[in-house]
């Protein structure tokens, strides 16, 4: 069991919770899950127009790479320069408990199993190894020739472009990380689900109690990390509780 993986997007937490707590720091007050679920879209966010200009220029990986570190090295110092481990007894606590207990299992038997190899997860690891070995760029990874071909499936993909920078940033190989990535993907939905459970609900109970049916449910499937899989089941909880958000903020009559 390789774990290099997970730790890669374990530590993209560490510059999305830096940035939520300066603008969004409302949000992360929501328990362990809910935070982290605010923390790796916040990551994403930020890094969507780099990923984007990436593409678009065909940056090779070794720099986009050295980039990702520095804005991890800066969410990491950030956060210890803000102590934010004070007060953390109460997280240690939620994870000891059922839901947290179940949900730490899942991770575990999800990095023991790995991702799946076979079906769709072909065309997956082509593409990340292509853009590890070419760069950042939408070409076809199947086509050799003197002309690249337009490959628009996935078009400037962020997960793809993660895997390989994540496989430049850990020196592994992109079959390694693509297999050690399900439990990272399993604890994503599961974050997500319980951001949305306490932004409807409120409370500490409630997220805990989403993440268990989500990972009951995601449980069999070894496929959780495709980007159709993290699409429904992670971005899509984020963004319905931000619109809830929006929708229900107090509005200035005066500005009406």
């Not at 929501?30 to 220029?57: C, E, K, Q, R």
């Not at 940056?59 to 969410?75: D, H, K, N, Q, S």
């Not at 007060?87 to 606590?93: D, M, P």
Request: hydrophobic share 60%; net charge positive; charged share 10%.
């Amino acid at each position: 069991m390789n774990v290099m993986p997970l730790l890669f997007w374990l530590a993209l937490l560490l510059p999305g919770a830096a940035v939520a707590r300066r603008l969004i720091p409302q949000e992360l007050r929501g328990g362990v899950l809910p935070s982290m679920a605010v923390s790796w879209m916040t990551t994403f966010v930020v890094l969507a127009p780099v990923v984007i200009v990436g593409y678009l220029a065909r940056v090779p990986t070794t720099p986009m790479a050295a980039l990702l570190a520095v804005f991890i090295m800066w969410g990491a110092f950030d956060l210890l320069r803000a102590r934010v481990w004070v007060g953390s007894r109460h997280a240690v606590v939620a994870i000891i408990g059922i839901a947290g207990a179940v949900v730490l299992i899942d991770l575990v038997l999800a990095e023991r199993v790995g991702a799946i190899l076979n079906n769709d997860a072909r065309v997956h690891i082509a593409r990340i190894r292509f853009l590890v070995e070419h760069g950042l760029s939408n070409g076809d990874p199947f086509i050799q020739g003197p002309v690249e071909f337009p490959y628009p499936i996935y078009h400037t993909n962020i997960l793809h472009a993660l895997h390989a920078i994540g496989c430049k940033l850990m020196f592994i190989d992109p079959l390694q990380c693509w297999f050690g990535s399900l439990g990272a993907s399993r604890l994503m939905i599961a974050s997500a689900g319980a951001y949305l459970a306490w932004v409807v609900l409120g409370g500490s109970w409630a997220p805990w109690v989403a993440a268990l049916m989500v990972v009951v449910h995601r449980a069999p499937y070894d496929y959780t990390l495709y980007p159709n899989q993290l699409a429904p089941w992670f971005a899509i909880p984020i963004a319905v509780a931000v619109a809830i958000r929006l929708l229900s903020a107090p509005r200035d009559v005066h500005a009406l």
